[in-house]
RNA sequence: GCUGGUGUGGCGGAAUGGCAGACGCACGGGACUUAAAAUCCCGAGGAUGAAAGUCCGUGUGGGUUCGACUCCCACCACCAGCACCA
């Protein structure tokens, strides 16, 4: 009789939810913690190939270490405010509250159709009032402490989404959400001083285990660089000192060879010296049209130089007193550094081209070929050139130079160390409906006034004017008795914030609410908080790795500071789950022409068998291409595991099985621990196969086989252990292995040949190597005459390599 | 361009200094069957050979080593991230 999977599958989910079999407990009295992390649900939609690919690892993971006897916490939400569910809500004519509440309940039912042993107890909603009070409480806590400021800049801009979007929401110039592309608008804009955490967010990115691509990747977004900042004094015609400009720089040993110095055209010293300017017209112009350039356009013209020189006034080189030109130009970013740089042509390729493109001369400081292009710090660093046309430096090599200038500009006063990051600050507001309101109050007389925190949640009002419009104000402008409301300080007429917050706020901080979901008093009980600790695993996926992993390191930092949770690192190992592709090789979505639902699988095989097959397809971490070939040999597999029940004979472990059950044991609990799947789907294969080819399995090794497998295809092992001991699988506990029965008295060694095999020949264990060599060469006289060995490689059990002369 | 990762049969993939291709799919042969499906057993990297065997073989070329998919150097291809970051 094959495996019913649809009527027992039913069966042990119903049971689950009913019993609440994976609750976790607070505070255990015996067991230590545990706590999985699966990402949070988008509310858009159904669960998707993804999931199924993300989900079961960590659900293996918290079954397997309930059975080592930890209290696991193992909690499931939905991220449901910010643009991802209200677009979705749009595109189906909902009202986004209705659209979440169906969502909720639609991903929790196809949860727990996929078997997962969520706590459904601790379920949490980002849109839930009971959630973002908490959220706003984190807002209000920055604002306190400084570390959120409101400030009119240009920010990037989505004119599908019709909002402001953060520079992590914009990477590529494309919308994350829609992949339009992004514009620069000037807005008034909420940012959080995440650039302040830079230096600690490295440091999370060093401690967390994780992929090194991951971690490189956050490295590279957080942009750390090293350099000097150098002060130059600005003259007019007249030769009047009329200000200052600080450049950053990498590569100050080239500071000989200034031959101009370019500012961003937002740089503040134009407006300043508007009256000194004597092209001013035209520098305004220039401004104007890079101004509001998209950034796609800068990126897609990224060789084209242009640029506008600043007449009447000129700088002064510190090192050798040369008069330098002044220009601007869009490749330098107001956002970065000081805004303004030193520009070198002979040593940096875009300060080359730029300099070709106006005329302007070079002077080469470094020795190589700058006939054709820059010699730049990559090149002259690794052959440590030497220095020219560079004063008392000339001759030096490079790397010598570089500490010497950059002494000399340090005890002339004029220059500093200095670090710089890519990475912005965050802007943290959306002019949309779905998103957390902002606790904060505009008032005439007493200014921005946060809400007191008695009076959260702020609750976002019902509307049903909620679109997004063509001006970029937020749809809660209109609600105007909402808007309109009575300052907290000086009881006159004031106005709420209209903007909302973006969805990754509620995400930044969910796993802190998952120890204490329903806690009014604070946002997490501190004891509890204490207790469950950091994420021991977090699980999900890896396009996020440089906004919500980066996001939620700093908010955990900053809750840290203020006392707010006892710990510091957010997750201590994060696994990254690679991606399902279609048969193009692309990532696998519900709109690709072969896009299988996780939910069609199941009612095709079952979910045991969609649980092992999509991680027999490859490792957690990489990429596979979904197919259903090869679903027949886990299907096969399941009806054999199913009919092990009529072969039971005996009653403890057999010497037949002692030694593949103990291997057994031992790399599933690695690989679990890993979450290798695959390797521990096929051990259990190999295990099966020898219990089929012995045509029995006793009442104890059926025991123990289940219990390793129930991580995995939870149902039909839970089904065959009620059947056949009458108890519940969840009441047992992980078998360990011994090693003693990994050793077998004989094995299997092979016998190399200058290093080629010739044999695999049955020794006894540990034998000596005169006594092998004994029986090599007595037993097997093809394999080589003793007269011809030179030498002879005895690894003890592993190999004996034979070396003969040619 | 920079950074990181990957490269193994017809396919998905094992093996991280010691028997390359575990496990599974697809494939071939056989058993069962009136027949098919299902199931079970056997085979299988390539070349050559009747066979034993021999030679070749983990992107390419070099190196280290008794021994290299694994370590080192150079190159190629693909994937991902960043991209005028001074």
């Known amino acids: 009789m ?27 009295p015996t067991k230590p913690k545990y706590y999985v992390l699966y990402e949070f649900y988008n509310i858009s939609g159904n669960l998707h190939m993804g999931h199924l690919k993300g989900t079961i690892p960590a659900d293996a993971l918290a079954r397997f270490k309930r059975f080592q006897g930890y209290n696991v916490l193992f909690p499931i939400g939905g991220d449901a405010f910010g643009l991802p569910a209200e677009n979705a809500a749009i595109k189906k004519g909902i009202n986004p509250h209705d659209f979440v509440r169906n969502g909720m309940k639609t991903v929790l039912d196809q949860s727990k159709m996929l078997g997962l042993s969520f706590d459904y107890d601790r379920t949490i909603c980002t849109s839930d009032p009971e959630y973002y009070h908490w959220t706003q409480w984190i807002f209000l806590q920055l604002l306190k402490h400084g570390k959120a400021y409101k400030k009119k800049g240009v920010v990037n801009f989505c004119p599908n989404c019709q909002t402001v979007l953060s520079n992590e929401d914009s990477q590529g110039g494309k919308c994350d959400r829609c992949g339009g592309d992004v514009v620069q608008k000037e807005r008034e804009v909420w940012f959080l001083k995440m650039k302040e955490y830079s230096e600690k967010l490295l440091e999370n990115v060093d401690r967390i285990q994780m992929a090194e691509n991951l971690k490189e990747a956050q490295r590279n977004w957080i942009g750390k660089s090293e350099g000097m900042q150098v002060a130059f004094d600005l003259f007019d015609d007249k030769d009047e000192k009329v200000g200052q400009i600080e450049i950053f720089t990498t590569c100050i040993e080239t500071i000989y060879g200034i031959t101009f110095v370019v500012l961003a055209p937002e740089h503040e010293l134009v407006d300043k010296l508007k009256d000194k300017i004597k092209n001013f017209d035209e520098v305004e112009k220039y401004r104007q049209k890079t101004a509001l350039r998209s950034e796609f ?4 013209d990224l060789k084209e130089k242009t640029g506008c020189k600043l007449e009447g006034l000129y700088v002064v080189n510190p090192v050798n007193n040369a008069k330098v030109p002044v220009f601007l130009a869009d490749f330098v970013l107001a956002s970065y550094g000081t805004g303004a740089v ?52 000339d001759g030096m090599p490079v790397r010598e130079a570089k500490k010497k200038i950059a002494e000399k500009t340090i005890a002339m006063g004029v220059g500093k160390r200095q670090i710089n990051y890519k990475m912005q600050d965050w802007s943290f507001n959306r002019q949309r409906y779905w998103g957390e309101p902002f606790p904060v109050i505009f008032c005439d007389h007493c200014g921005t006034v946060p809400l007191d925190e008695k009076d959260l949640p702020l609750i976002l009002p019902e509307t049903d004017d909620y679109l997004p419009n063509a001006k970029g104000d937020s749809p809660l402008s209109k ?8 300052c907290p300080k ?19 901080w969910y796993w802190l609410r998952y120890c204490d979901p329903h806690n009014d008093k604070a946002l997490a009980d501190f004891e509890k908080l204490k207790y469950w600790g950091s994420v021991d695993c977090y699980t999900g996926g890896t396009e996020h790795i440089t906004r919500h992993v980066l996001y939620a390191f700093f908010w955990q930092n900053f ?72 679903i027949s040999g886990i299907t096969a597999f399941l009806d054999k595991v199913w009919s092990l029940q009529d072969m039971v004979k005996g009653d403890g472990v057999s010497k037949e099985h002692i030694f593949e059950l103990n291997r057994l044991m031992k790399k599933v609990t690695e690989d679990l621990e890993d979450l290798k799947l695959n390797t521990c789907i096929s051990a259990f294969m190999i295990f099966v196969k020898k219990i089929r080819d012995d045509k029995f399995i006793t009442k104890e090794e059926l025991r123990q086989f289940l ?86 490689i005895h690894i003890p059990n592993k190999i004996v390599n034979l070396i003969v002369a040619k």
């Not at 789950?577 to 022409?593: H, V």
């Not at 149902?715 to 059947?723: D, K, L, M, V, Y």
């Not at 095999?757 to 093809?782: F, H």
């Open 342 to 393: 030193m520009a070198v042509p002979s040593h940096d390729q875009r300060d080359f081209d730029f300099a070709k493109a106006f005329g302007i001369p070079m002077i080469q400081v470094i020795d190589g070929d700058c006939s054709t292009c820059a010699v730049e710090k990559k090149e002259y660093l690794a052959k440590n050139s030497k220095m020219m046309n560079s004063a008392e430096f």
């Open 479 to 486: 609600v105007t008795d909402w808007v309109n409301c009575k």
């Open 297 to 300: 356009d800068r990126i897609s």
């Open 2 to 28: 094959n495996y019913d999977f649809r009527n027992i599958e039913k069966k042990w989910q119903e049971k689950w939810v009913k019993e609440k079999s994976f609750q976790a407990i607070d505070f255990h």
């Open 707 to 792: 219990i390793l497998l129930n991580p995995l295809a939870p149902h039909i092992t839970s089904e065959i252990f009620e059947r056949v001991f009458g108890s519940q699988i969840l009441d047992e506990t992980w078998p360990k292995f011994d090693e003693k029965f990994l050793i077998e008295d004989s094995i299997n060694l092979p016998v190399q040949v200058n290093g080629k095999l010739k044999q695999v020949i049955s020794v006894a264990r540990d034998i000596s190597q005169e006594e092998l060599l004994k029986i090599i060469y007595e037993k097997y006289p093809e394999i080589c005459s003793e007269d011809d060995v030179k030498k002879v």
């Open 559 to 630: 809750l840290y500071e203020i006392g707010a949770v006892p710990t510091r690192d957010p997750f201590i190992r994060k696994m990254g789950s690679g991606l399902i592709l279609d048969d193009q090789g692309k990532k696998m979505s519900k709109s690709s022409a072969n896009g299988v639902s996780p939910l069609e699988v199941i009612e095709k095989y079952g979910t045991d068998a969609a649980r092992l097959h999509v991680h027999f397809l490859g490792g957690y971490e990489d990429n596979t291409p979904w197919t259903y070939d090869g």
């Open 490 to 508: 000086c009881g006159r007429p004031a106005r709420r914030e209209t903007d909302t917050m973006p969805n990754w706020a509620g995400s930044s």
